[in-house]
């Protein structure tokens, strides 16, 4: 309350004030910003208690959260202010208790989202989805054939330490260990902790969209195009259903706030860990995406080489990533001899080390499961 002033009941000394620059161009608080300025440069600002003012106008509740926003937005926009002086509580005056504690708590929560908004904005937009969410998991069943019939069964092996079924060289991890996980830690059953996986993954994806769109098209796009996500029903089936596409869309949306940070110079190496986490995620939840995230690590080198003349970030990158997929790589390795992710990257592999012996050191000589699969003949009458 130090640097507080109020233009409604005040008097300057003119000379002192312009030679401080007058007052600021800024929405609200201009009488506080020049007053703060004196102070720190050695001035002084007095109040004479016994002076007297009468208001004529008397808030609602609606109109003290809006006065409480707009102090709030001040101080989002001047942060100086509070690491200087503190912040803004005082005693409330003497009055009607609770009628006190409801203009309180408005202009207390006026204050909260004006001064905290672009951060609560994605917390409030994921908590309305999961409200959404919850009933649609837990009170309806949407039986779907691939989550039933496989990752249901592998979530359950995992979460009972079942190995030997709890992975397969034709379905890449992600899905059936991350609700394995839920099912081990929940003691669910397969099919919910799918559910719960997808919806998780749906849901996380509010983060990495909003703060990317925000830092490129600011809050008001940002916050719009956060709730358009959320309110996609195609997106929304997807998540309860329990389907790995939720899990592809949240490993883009990663890519894409990555590449928006990277873009500026101030962007630190925490970025590129991210990036790196994008691609595994895409990778480890759907095979075909391999193409999609070849295509973002050549242009994630160009940008490199462009910006700083030389590929080592990217190199760092591609060591991260395949850190993140080593478990999958090695797992494949040992059962179907190629280090892939999917089965039908291998058949593409070996093709390849077919036709350049120099990569024969990529294949495992004795895999436990061949890639030759043996179809019957059968002969046909003449008829």
């Known amino acids: 309350m130090t640097p507080f002033f109020s233009n409604a009941f005040a008097a300057w000394k003119i000379a002192e004030a312009l030679e401080h620059g007058g007052f600021p161009c800024t929405m609200f608080g201009e009488d506080m910003l020049l007053a703060a300025k004196i102070i720190e440069t050695g001035g002084a600002i007095g109040y004479c208690a016994d002076a007297m003012v009468i208001h004529e106008h008397q808030e609602s509740v609606y109109s003290l959260f809006q006065?409480?926003?707009?102090?709030?937005?001040?101080?989002?926009?001047?942060?100086?202010?509070?690491?200087?002086?503190?912040?803004?509580?005082?005693?409330?005056?003497?009055?009607?208790?609770?009628?006190?504690?409801?203009?309180?708590?408005?202009?207390?929560?006026?204050?909260?989202?004006?001064?905290?908004?672009?951060?609560?904005?994605?917390?409030?937009?994921?908590?309305?989805?999961?409200?959404?969410?919850?009933?649609?998991?837990?009170?309806?069943?949407?039986?779907?054939?691939?989550v039933t019939n496989r990752y249901a069964p592998m979530a359950e092996s995992f979460a009972a330490g079942d190995w030997q079924y709890a992975f397969h060289p034709r379905i890449p991890p992600m899905l059936p260990v991350c609700a394995g996980i839920i099912a081990w830690l929940l003691s669910c059953g397969g099919y919910l902790a799918c559910r719960l996986a997808g919806a998780l993954f749906l849901t996380s994806g509010i983060f990495p969209l909003y703060w990317g769109t925000k830092h490129v098209y600011g809050f008001r796009v940002a916050t719009v195009a956060t709730l358009m996500y959320a309110g996609c029903t195609r997106l929304f089936r997807l998540g309860y259903y329990g389907m790995r596409e939720s899990i592809c869309v949240f490993g883009v949306l990663l890519l894409f706030q990555a590449a928006v940070r990277l873009r500026m110079r101030s962007a630190g190496w925490w970025w590129y860990l991210v990036f790196?986490?994008?691609?595994?995620?895409?990778?480890?939840?759907?095979?075909?995406?391999?193409?999609?995230a070849l295509a973002?690590?050549?242009?994630?080198?160009?940008?490199?080489?462009?910006?700083?003349?030389?590929?080592?970030?990217?190199?760092?990158?591609?060591?991260?990533?395949?850190?993140?997929?080593?478990?999958?790589?090695?797992?494949?390795y040992r059962m179907i001899g190629y280090p892939v992710t999917?089965?039908?990257?291998?058949?593409?592999?070996?093709?390849?080390?077919?036709?350049?012996?120099?990569?024969?050191?990529?294949?495992?000589?004795?895999?436990?499961?061949?890639?030759?699969?043996?179809?019957?003949?059968?002969?046909?009458?003449?008829?």
């Open 276 to 292: 790196a986490a994008g691609e595994a995620t895409l990778l480890l939840t759907r095979g075909d995406m391999a193409s999609f």
């Open 342 to 383: 999917d089965v039908r990257q291998a058949t593409i592999l070996r093709r390849i080390c077919r036709q350049f012996p120099v990569l024969k050191m990529l294949e495992n000589p004795h895999p436990q499961v061949s890639l030759d699969i043996d179809v019957p003949t059968v002969e046909a009458d003449d008829e």
């Open 296 to 332: 973002t690590m050549a242009m994630l080198l160009f940008w490199d080489i462009l910006r700083h003349h030389h590929p080592l970030r990217t190199l760092g990158v591609t060591v991260a990533l395949l850190v993140m997929m080593l478990p999958a790589l090695g797992y494949n």
């Open 67 to 146: 006065r409480g926003r707009t102090v709030g937005d001040f101080h989002r926009l001047h942060p100086e202010l509070l690491h200087r002086f503190g912040g803004p509580l005082r005693p409330p005056l003497d009055a009607n208790l609770p009628f006190i504690a409801l203009r309180l708590l408005a202009k207390t929560l006026g204050y909260a989202w004006g001064r905290f908004r672009v951060q609560l904005t994605p917390w409030l937009i994921f908590a309305l989805l999961w409200l959404f969410l919850l009933p649609a998991i837990t009170l309806f069943d949407f039986m779907d054939p691939d």
